[in-house]
């Protein structure tokens, strides 16, 4: 079966990095386009990232972009969030997803989550 | 930017009632909105996909409709695990990929 799992959240300073990884499995990883999407504590839900299924096309949240970049490595079938320049409005639980498809459509499989808290 | 608008922000009934929640877009998404439902603590699940299609394994009672604007997710007939979050996507016009803000579905 299909699953996902996130690593790497924790409490960062503000200006500090942090790389998020989502170890997939129970399908073929390279096949499908992959998202990074979080949730502010009781909020509703912002894709920050995507990358297609081979990582030649990537787009970004106007609110991440040019502080994280996201990539992949088909070969080990992980998903890697790298967050730079960290804020506080960057709290959140960020879930990895899979994409429907090959590029981008819809999630149909997510992660469990992982917390990650900015605060000095 | 789409935006999308989820009415009502919470709805109240009760176990066998039906449920009819609403997604507006700020313009036309043609069919390509999808429904999740979020429980507390745990990741969305995708319910519909092209605004009618449910997902593998989405019991029959939940539908979606709608095109262009409008679309409606309908519960027919409501059990006690359908009380949940639920959320609208759109992937029509990308990027961004936009979500609806929410529409809480409790216990009457």
């Known amino acids: 079966q299909v699953q996902l799992e996130e690593s790497g959240g924790g409490v960062v300073q503000p200006g500090r990095s942090l790389r998020l990884s989502c170890a997939a499995s129970?399908?073929?990883?390279?096949?499908?386009?992959m998202h990074w999407v979080r949730q502010a504590p009781g909020k509703g839900l912002e894709c920050v990232a995507v990358?297609?299924?081979?990582?030649?096309?990537?787009y970004y949240a106007d609110s991440v972009k040019g502080r994280f970049t996201i990539f992949r490595d088909n070969s080990k079938n992980t998903l890697y969030l790298q967050m730079d320049s960290l804020r506080a409005e960057d709290t959140a639980v960020y879930y990895c997803?899979?994409?429907?498809?090959?590029?981008?459509?819809?999630?149909?499989?997510w992660g469990q989550g992982t917390l990650v808290t900015v605060s000095s | 930017e789409i935006v999308l608008t989820q009415s009502p922000a919470t709805l109240s009934l009760s176990p066998g009632e039906r449920a009819t929640l609403s997604c507006r877009a700020s313009?036309?998404?043609?069919?390509?909105l999808a429904w999740y439902q979020q429980k507390p603590g745990q990741a969305p699940r995708l319910l519909i996909y092209?605004?009618?299609n449910r997902a593998t394994g989405i019991p029959a009672r939940f539908s979606g409709s709608g095109s262009g604007t409008d679309f409606t997710l309908a519960i027919s007939s409501l059990e006690p695990e359908d009380f949940a979050v639920y959320y609208c996507?759109?992937?029509?016009?990308?990027?961004?990929?936009?979500f609806g803000q929410g529409t809480r579905l409790d216990i009457k």
């Open positions: 997803a899979r994409d429907k498809g090959a590029t981008v459509s819809y999630f149909d499989y």
């Open positions: 129970g399908f073929t990883f390279s096949s499908y386009g």
């Open positions: 990358i297609w299924y081979d990582g030649s096309n990537k």
């Open positions: 313009q036309s998404v043609s069919s390509y």
């Open positions: 092209d605004a009618s």
């Open positions: 996507q759109q992937r029509s016009n990308w990027p961004p990929i936009t």
